[in-house]
């Protein structure tokens, strides 16, 4: 594959299926990651390390990294609440993890049952743990810091804490920090604010941008995104996703969509779309009656359109 200027993280077989009712066949999300991969994403959250009790969908964590693992080239990611969620992660073999830090505290209670330090304490934990691993088996550790444009339980969202909490993970061990819109509440103005005051605090490892759609103002936060110098983006193939532990809180950004986006203002992503559009079949048959968002899958490609990746 050639050289890119945007990386996408498909998010949709982790974000996307802790939130569907139907349960997805193991052999379904294998298919999925490899066409996902076939089409030329080269970074997948396959799933989260949870404990099955409380999302049964993700059971099948640990097989289904296995799989992905056997696929060329391809950064498998996963996602762990916890210590143990990590540990298991590692165990399994994942090369990047992400760890979920909410700054809104009610969230964060919700979510993961710690205060946004304590999460921050169990990332230092797990930072520490992964390095005293050999060196080939330590994976890289963002933090996902969550609700970082607003909450659905508390509103507002103070940015002093997004950016404190950011520091903290970065001295805690973390390799890079993402900023989440888990709620789906930010603007494009925020967002240019937000990334830029977290880029002045750690610099380099700020990391990507995890964007949902909740109210239609998903691809904009991403053009606001990239102008601010951002080039990392998680989406979810179909805009499948939402947090259980954030009332109200709905799909991510459609991978297609933005692809589509991506390509046409000459960003190369290295993902052929027809091949991408072409595994929402696989969904609408692996989890039947779950709504596939997304335009460009209804309206299609426009005549004459050319990929940036293709130029
Ligand atoms: N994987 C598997 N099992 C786990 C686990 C994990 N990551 N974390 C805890 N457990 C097990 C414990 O071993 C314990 O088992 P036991 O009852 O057999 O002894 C049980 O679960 C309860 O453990 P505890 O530490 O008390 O966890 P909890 O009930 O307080 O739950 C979380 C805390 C973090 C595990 C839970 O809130 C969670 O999974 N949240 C994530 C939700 C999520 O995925 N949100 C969407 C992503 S943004
Ligand atoms: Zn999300």
Same mark, same amino acid.
């Given at each position: 594959?050639?050289?890119?200027?945007?990386?996408?993280? *498909?998010?949709?077989? $982790?974000?996307?299926?802790?939130?569907?009712?139907?349960?997805?066949?193991?052999?379904? #999300? #294998?298919?999925?990651?490899?066409?996902?991969?076939?089409?030329? &994403?080269?970074?997948?959250?396959?799933? =989260?390390?949870?404990?099955?009790? &409380?999302?049964?969908?993700?059971?099948?964590? /640990?097989?289904?990294?296995?799989?992905?693992?056997?696929?060329?080239?391809?950064?498998?990611?996963?996602?762990?609440?916890?210590? #143990?969620?990590?540990?298991? /992660?590692? *165990?399994?073999?994942?090369?990047?993890?992400?760890?979920?830090?909410?700054?809104? #505290?009610?969230? =964060?209670?919700?979510?993961?049952?710690?205060?946004?330090?304590?999460?921050?304490?169990?990332?230092?934990?797990?930072?520490?743990?992964?390095?005293?691993?050999?060196?080939?088996? $330590?994976?890289?550790? *963002?933090?996902?810091?969550?609700?970082?444009?607003?909450?659905?339980?508390?509103?507002?969202?103070?940015?002093?804490?997004?950016?404190?909490?950011?520091?903290?993970?970065? *001295? /805690?061990?973390?390799?890079?920090?993402? &900023?989440?819109?888990?709620?789906?509440?930010?603007?494009?103005?925020?967002? $240019?604010?937000?990334?830029?005051?977290?880029?002045?605090?750690?610099?380099?490892?700020?990391?990507?941008?995890?964007?949902?759609?909740?109210?239609?103002?998903?691809?904009?936060?991403?053009?606001?995104?990239?102008?601010? !110098?951002?080039?990392?983006?998680?989406?979810?193939? /179909?805009?499948?996703?939402?947090?259980?532990?954030?009332?109200?809180?709905?799909?991510?950004?459609?991978?297609?969509?933005?692809?589509?986006?991506?390509?046409?203002?000459?960003?190369?992503?290295?993902?052929?779309?027809?091949?991408? &559009?072409?595994?929402?079949?696989?969904?609408?048959?692996?989890?039947?009656?779950?709504?596939?968002?997304?335009?460009?899958?209804?309206?299609?490609?426009?005549?004459?359109?050319?990929?940036? =990746? !293709?130029?």
């Amino acid at each position: 594959m050639g050289k890119t200027d945007v990386l996408i993280s *498909e998010v949709g077989p $982790r974000d996307g299926l802790q939130n569907t009712k139907a349960f997805m066949p193991t052999e379904y #999300k #294998k298919r999925w990651i490899s066409a996902a991969a076939a089409a030329g &994403l080269t970074e997948i959250e396959v799933c =989260s390390f949870v404990p099955p009790k &409380l999302i049964p969908q993700m059971v099948d964590a /640990a097989e289904v990294v296995a799989h992905a693992k056997t696929i060329p080239g391809l950064t498998v990611a996963a996602l762990a609440p916890n210590y #143990k969620g990590a540990q298991r /992660a590692m *165990e399994a073999g994942v090369h990047k993890l992400t760890l979920t830090i909410s700054v809104s #505290k009610s969230h =964060s209670l919700a979510n993961v049952r710690m205060t946004p330090d304590e999460a921050i304490a169990s990332a230092k934990k797990i930072c520490d743990f992964r390095d005293s691993l050999p060196p080939e088996q $330590r994976p890289k550790i *963002e933090s996902g810091l969550s609700t970082v444009f607003g909450c659905t339980i508390e509103g507002v969202v103070s940015e002093d804490e997004v950016v404190r909490l950011a520091i903290a993970s970065a *001295e /805690a061990g973390c390799d890079e920090v993402g &900023l989440a819109d888990t709620t789906g509440y930010a603007n494009p103005e925020q967002i $240019r604010r937000v990334f830029k005051k977290v880029r002045a605090a750690i610099g380099e490892k700020l990391g990507g941008a995890h964007l949902h759609n909740t109210r239609g103002l998903g691809l904009a936060n991403v053009v606001a995104a990239l102008e601010v !110098g951002v080039r990392t983006f998680d989406s979810s193939l /179909a805009g499948l996703g939402g947090c259980p532990f954030a009332p109200g809180a709905s799909g991510n950004i459609v991978t297609e969509d933005l692809v589509f986006m991506l390509e046409a203002m000459g960003l190369r992503t290295g993902i052929d779309l027809e091949r991408l &559009l072409a595994i929402r079949e696989l969904l609408a048959e692996g989890i039947p009656g779950e709504l596939l968002y997304g335009y460009v899958p209804l309206a299609g490609v426009p005549k004459g359109f050319v990929p940036a =990746s !293709g130029r």
